[in-house]
């Protein structure tokens, strides 16, 4: 049985919750100038791109399309719920109800959650897929949810679901666990299907 290195655990997380925090901040403080907000999320997203080619050359093409399927369903989620009332985003310009952030804080949302899962799992040694999936929605059911409460008391959006949690409703955290789930399991086919060896979304070890 491998060891598990706690100090690098913690270290990971720690990481994990300053980027989180520190984006929320942004958001949250600049929400107003939403255009602001989705060029410098664009900008972002960008350079990940780069890097990840720059690394990794080709072979990034499930990390790109869990970042594509999670921007897609992202916005198809805040319009039906922006249409129906369940919550709604503040100082927008003019009769807007949509930020234009927000596909790009989706698609990062997936990249934060791939890569913390890819570095976590090192460090714990999961290398089972089921278990994998399983750690995955502890992490998805976390992280997501404290991003949430942050912008929120930033007054950047509302809920207006009930049974609620330091701002985000009990059905806000339940729908983000099955949103990314969804993603999740599609990857998982989609790596089946065509054989690729992902650290995450198939059975292959994870080498230090």
Request: net charge positive; glycine share 8%.
């Given at each position: 049985?491998?060891?598990?290195?706690?100090?690098?655990?913690?270290?990971?997380?720690?990481?994990?919750?300053?980027?989180?925090?520190?984006?929320?901040?942004?958001?949250?403080?600049?929400?107003?100038?939403?255009?602001?907000?989705?060029?410098?999320?664009?900008?972002?997203?960008?350079?990940?791109?780069?890097?990840m080619f720059r690394k990794n050359g080709n072979n990034n093409y499930v990390l790109i399309?869990?970042?594509?399927?999670?921007?897609?369903?992202?916005?198809?989620?805040?319009?039906?719920?922006?249409?129906?009332?369940?919550?709604?985003?503040?100082?927008?310009?003019?009769?807007?109800?949509?930020?234009?952030?927000?596909?790009?804080?989706?698609?990062?949302?997936?990249?934060?959650?791939?890569?913390?899962?890819?570095?976590?799992?090192?460090?714990?040694?999961?290398?089972?897929?089921?278990?994998?999936?399983?750690?995955?929605?502890?992490?998805?059911?976390?992280?997501?949810?404290?991003?949430?409460?942050?912008?929120?008391?930033?007054?950047?959006?509302?809920?207006?679901?009930?049974?609620?949690?330091?701002?985000?409703?009990?059905?806000?955290?339940?729908?983000?666990?099955?949103?990314?789930?969804?993603?999740?399991?599609?990857?998982v086919l989609y790596c089946k299907y065509l054989q690729i060896k992902d650290p995450i979304y198939s059975?292959?070890?994870?080498?230090?």
């Open positions: 049985m491998r060891i598990i290195n706690h100090t690098e655990f913690f270290k990971i997380l720690g990481k994990a919750f300053a980027k989180l925090l520190l984006a929320g901040v942004i958001i949250g403080l600049l929400h107003a100038h939403d255009l602001f907000v989705a060029f410098i999320l664009a900008l972002h997203l960008l350079r990940k791109f780069y890097l399309l869990g970042m594509v399927l999670t921007g897609i369903f992202g916005v198809l989620a805040e319009k039906w719920g922006i249409y129906y009332g369940y919550w709604e985003y503040h100082d927008l310009s003019g009769s807007r109800t949509f930020p234009y952030w927000l596909p790009f804080a989706w698609m990062l949302s997936f990249y934060f959650i791939y890569d913390l899962e890819l570095k976590l799992l090192k460090v714990i040694h999961i290398d089972v897929l089921k278990y994998k999936i399983i750690f995955a929605l502890i992490i998805v059911a976390v992280f997501p949810t404290i991003g949430e409460m942050i912008t929120i008391a930033l007054g950047v959006w509302t809920y207006h679901w009930p049974y609620k949690i330091i701002g985000v409703p009990v059905y806000a955290i339940i729908a983000l666990v099955v949103l990314h789930s969804f993603v999740q399991l599609l990857l059975g292959k070890s994870l080498q230090n």
